[in-house]
Nanobody, 114 residues
Framework: QVQLVESGGGLVQPGGSRRLSCVASGFSFRLYSMSWYRQTPGKERELVASITSTVGSTDYADSVKGRFTISRDNVKNTVTLQMNSLRPEDTAVYYC???????WGQGTQVTVSS
């Protein structure tokens, strides 16, 4: 059974940083690309960042380029999203996703506010 469990959300001030983690289980993590999405009320989920399997090539939404970094640890079956220089518009529920199985985590809320 594919399972994704996110953690690390919370309240952060504008300009601050936050690190999200997603622990995967139930599949051979190292073989699959992973992504982070985010969603705000009334809007569709937005792809934030993705990382390929073995090589670890990354891609980012224009809105987060230069501020967010996605990485993975194929030993710990974990994908991480390091978020720096956070802005109020980054406030959202952040989700981990593995497209091959179309599986989602439960989400973790990030709120950027003073």
């Amino acid at each position: 059974q594919v399972q994704l469990v996110e953690s690390g959300g919370g309240l952060v001030q504008p300009g601050g940083s936050r690190r999200l983690s997603c622990v995967a289980s139930g599949f051979s993590f190292r073989l699959y690309s992973m992504s982070w999405y985010r969603q705000t009320p009334g809007k569709e989920r937005e792809l934030v960042a993705s990382i390929t399997s073995t090589v670890g090539s990354t891609d980012y939404a224009d809105s987060v380029k230069g501020r967010f970094t996605i990485s993975r640890d194929n030993v710990k079956n974990t994908v991480t999203l390091q978020m720096n220089s956070l802005r109020p518009e980054d406030t959202a529920v952040y989700y981990c996703h593995v497209s091959f199985f179309d599986a989602w985590g439960q989400g973790t809320q990030v709120t950027v506010s003073s």
